[in-house]
């Protein structure tokens, strides 16, 4: 397809702005342009939200009437005063970073949900990547995000007569999608080369404007490739291993050589989780260029500013490729680079992986962790989880000292907030809070009972009101059970407490939980003073059959008499439905199986709308939760607790069961003389104020900014070729000294409570300031865990490489203390650039 065919349609004069609208999705939040794409197309905007498609589905005639009124031009004048002012306005960052991030962050990932719009995206993993990239826009953050444009993306879900999931590919058309062709000097359509076995695959770049940042898609769907090759972008997350490596080298590889093709340098490279890993493989080899340099310099000189974030739970979540798979298609790549494929492996093989042949395996995490200077997990216990999973990458340290940080996740508040919450929370904190460094807390004290009240009472009616026009959607009369005015939702009350859940359905995620006990769950759904309905959406992977099962499970139940019309389950959850679903619903569920929750961040989106949360202690529930703000189920656990047993299931349904017949419907129904639920307003209030500022995006990016990317590009900028070049034979000499380092004596001498440890070390050479030795002691009953630095006092005598190092600690009893040598570097993120540790035996 030519660039041509791309040309946007002609627009009156007085109107061309709107391209420039349209065309940049903050109006997927931002919704002061909602009445002009209303307006040139009602049906079109209220059935899409798509307002590319809809100034495309325009006719010529209503532009001209349109151009012509009076009251449209004034509202589109005013739109793009605005939009003006947006682009000029200072922001968080222009304010308070001072340019430190000035060449920009590039931030890549396999999928972005910034609406439903723009279908790139299956899950929670899109979602979070599409509200980092609104709220960095928000803040002024320079971000510039990598992905692929699929043509068809994730699937389209629809659910047979038997509960069967049934999938669906509808083609994505780029013409009627919310981005551009990217452009050239030359005003030619850009295109990279990636070479696969054989050919050189060309990739088609688009560009989408997300407010001040810029989403950069690739896509291979060019004529000139071969139709095998055309399709390496067809859809999300293929099962086939063989495209699955394809789209991760069109993502990385590509997706680098896209940035270097616009002239652009970013000062720091952020993935989000391993599928990205060959980004960072292709941003050293064009620094190595650069610079003439090799590649472990190259390595060296751009990890420091590499950020791994990774939200797996489990270890088989990281992608695997066999080594044959990787010989074949990353040879060519590698062919005239100084890496080749064995030392490839090196980077991200560890003895256990293999597939059933032997064949070793390459773990895009492994690979991921070897050219990154930090790496994080999405919650304080997916700290914890990732500690765990990536302890093979850290022979001989202990879980705690694995160098993973954590960064909890939030939602871009601004994409969730109902029209009634939005009123309360401007009059509340200011109509452009969401702009601003969010505070720990925005007081609600104006706001009175009654208010928070109505809101909530006319968010659930339009959600049950939305939910009858989907389930007609749906074709709720062709397939009842057996009540037609049941399955179409007319029996939803818009007074009853709504439950929701809506999410993957995956085992871990246990959403069968209240199927365990059906008569309980029944007699909840039927109490004649205090009913409760519930509303159910998501989709399993198509590869996933038990989650298939539990969606049929779910439906069946659905389909008794006896709870007809008050379960209702949404087909084809998208980011439309969730929109609905968050702004309406009173307590939304969520029961995954512990530790497996990296976050959660589908409960965040309830907080800005006053719903609250009955969850699992788990993920970010696990930081958030409190007795005033909802609901826990086995609040408290810890992750050593429960990290080893998968065997809760009974108790926890029984605890889910529990609190809500002993809490939440009484506390729902619980009404004072005026009719509206006192304590239950509490609650809504004390989870508006403590935790939406808490968990959204703009403290999110804040702390990617602050934490990581300002002083990792401080740390990066100190990395010239040649100091990374010193820094590659220091690490090179330490690494050949390392097996001949020993402790050769051990001296504990103990006095009013303190014991003083003097321990002799052989260095083999290996320089004393690039050396730290530490006293070690485990939690146990005499204390909590304690790392002591040792003190370098002396060169033993005799020795021209002994030293002697000694420090004095609280008396634990004999064995309790133990003394190891590490690396020790200021210049250097230790231990994940280098691992090498020595225990005294």
């Given amino acids: 397809m030519t660039l041509a065919a791309y040309r946007p349609r002609q627009l009156p004069e007085a109107l061309n702005g709107l391209f420039s609208l349209a065309l940049d999705l903050r109006w997927s939040w931002h919704h002061g342009s909602d009445v002009l794409w209303r307006t040139l197309d009602q049906e079109t905007w209220d059935s899409t939200r798509n307002a590319w498609l809809v100034l495309n589905s325009a006719s010529g005639e209503r532009l001209d009437e349109l151009s012509r009124d009076p009251e449209f031009l004034a509202r589109y004048r005013e739109q793009m005063d605005a939009h003006e002012l947006f682009v000029r306005a200072r922001t968080w960052y222009s304010e308070h970073c001072r340019d430190e991030l000035d060449r920009g962050i590039a931030f890549f990932c396999m999928e972005y949900g910034l609406s439903e719009s ?126 699955r490596l394809q789209q991760e080298m069109v993502l990385g590889i590509g997706g680098w050589r896209l940035l270097r093709a616009l002239g652009r340098d970013p000062v720091a490279c952020h993935i989000n989780e391993g599928h990205c890993a060959l980004a960072l493989l292709e941003r050293a080899f064009g620094w190595a260029h650069d610079n003439e340099r090799d590649f472990d310099t190259a390595r060296m000189a751009t990890r420091a500013t590499n950020l791994f974030t990774t939200h797996t739970s489990v270890a088989a979540g990281f992608d695997r490729f066999p080594r044959r798979l990787v010989q074949l298609y990353l040879d060519p790549w590698l062919a005239g680079q100084d890496l080749t494929v064995d030392q490839l492996m090196d980077l991200g093989t560890h003895n256990s992986d293999q597939d059933t042949t032997g064949d070793p395996l390459l773990n895009m995490a492994w690979l991921a962790l070897n050219m990154s200077g930090r790496v994080n997990g999405v919650s304080r216990i997916h700290r914890k989880v990732s500690q765990t999973i990536l302890q093979d990458f850290f022979p001989r340290w202990p879980s705690e000292d694995i160098p ?254 529990d609190l809500l017949e002993q809490q939440v419907v009484p506390a729902f129904y619980r009404v004072d003389q005026e009719g509206r639920p006192r304590d239950w307003i509490t609650m809504i209030r004390a989870s508006m104020d403590q935790l939406t500022a808490h968990y959204s995006a703009n403290r999110m990016v804040r702390e990617y900014v602050e934490d990581f990317y300002r002083p990792m590009v401080a740390l990066g900028r100190q990395r010239d ?121």
Wanted: charged share 25%; aromatic share 8%.
């Fill in 721 to 841: 070729p040649d100091t990374a070049h010193a820094l590659v034979q220091e690490s090179r000499e330490i690494n050949a000294h390392w097996s001949r380092l020993r402790f050769t004596s051990i001296e504990v001498e103990e006095q009013d409570q303190q014991q003083t440890f003097t321990v002799d070390v052989y260095l083999d050479g290996v320089p004393a300031e690039h050396i730290g030795v530490e006293l070690i002691a485990e939690a146990s009953e005499y204390g909590p865990r304690q790392v002591h630095p040792m003190e370098r006092k002396q060169a033993m005598e005799g020795s021209a490489r002994g030293w002697i190092y000694q420090c004095t600690v609280p008396a634990r009893p004999e064995g309790h203390y133990t003394p190891r040598i590490r690396v020790r570097d200021d210049r250097l993120n230790l231990p994940l650039e280098n691992a090498s540790v020595l225990w005294l035996r």
């Fill in 118 to 243: 723009l279908p790139l995206y299956s899950g929670g993993l899109g979602v979070l990547a599409g509200d980092y990239l609104k709220a960095a826009s928000d803040l002024g953050v320079p971000v510039t995000a990598v992905g692929l444009l699929y043509q068809q993306g994730y699937f389209r879900q629809a659910i047979s007569t038997d509960g069967e999931q049934l999938e669906f590919y509808p083609y994505n058309d780029p013409t009627m999608l919310p981005v551009s062709p990217l452009r050239d000097e030359d005003d030619q359509w850009l295109r990279v080369i990636v070479p696969l076995p054989g050919r050189d695959v060309r990739l088609r770049a688009w560009v989408g404007q997300v407010g001040h940042c810029e989403l950069l898609l690739l896509d291979s769907n060019d004529p000139r490739n071969e139709p095998g090759d055309r399709g390496i972008t067809s859809e999300l997350y293929s099962g086939d291993p063989e495209k």
């Fill in 404 to 657: 993973v940080e954590y960064v909890t996740n939030g939602i871009h508040t601004p994409s969730w907030d109902s029209p009634e919450s939005d009123e309360l929370w401007t009059r509340a904190c200011g109509k452009d809070r969401w702009r601003r460094p969010m505070q720990a807390t925005c007081p609600m004290s104006e706001i009175s009972d009654q208010d928070l009240w109505n809101m909530r009472l006319s968010q659930r009616k339009r959600l049950i009101h939305y939910l009858r026009r989907r389930l007609a959607s749906q074709h709720c009369e062709h397939n009842p059970g057996n009540d037609p005015a049941a399955a179409c939702g007319l029996l939803l009350d818009n007074e009853t407490l709504t439950l929701g859940f809506a999410r993957r359905f995956t085992d871990y995620k246990r959403p069968n939980l209240l199927l365990s006990d059906p008569d309980r769950l029944l007699a909840l759904l039927n109490h004649r003073d205090k009913p409760v309905q519930i509303v159910l959406a998501g989709k399993a992977h198509p590869y996933d059959k038990s989650g298939k099962e539990l969606i049929r499970r779910w439906k069946q139940f659905s389909r008794m008499p006896e709870a007809e019309g008050k379960v209702v389950f949404i087909e084809d959850y998208d980011l439309g439905v969730a929109n609905q679903l968050v702004q309406g619903v009173d307590v939304c569920l969520n029961t995954p199986r512990h530790p497996w929750e990296a976050c959660g961040t589908s409960g965040m989106k309830v907080l800005v709308n006053g719903g609250l949360n009955l969850s699992q202690f788990d993920g970010w529930w696990a930081e958030a939760w409190n007795p005033d703000v909802g609901w826990a189920i086995r609040p408290g656990a810890t992750f050593e607790e429960l990290s080893h047993t998968n065997d809760h299931d009974e108790s926890d349904a029984r605890e889910l069961f």
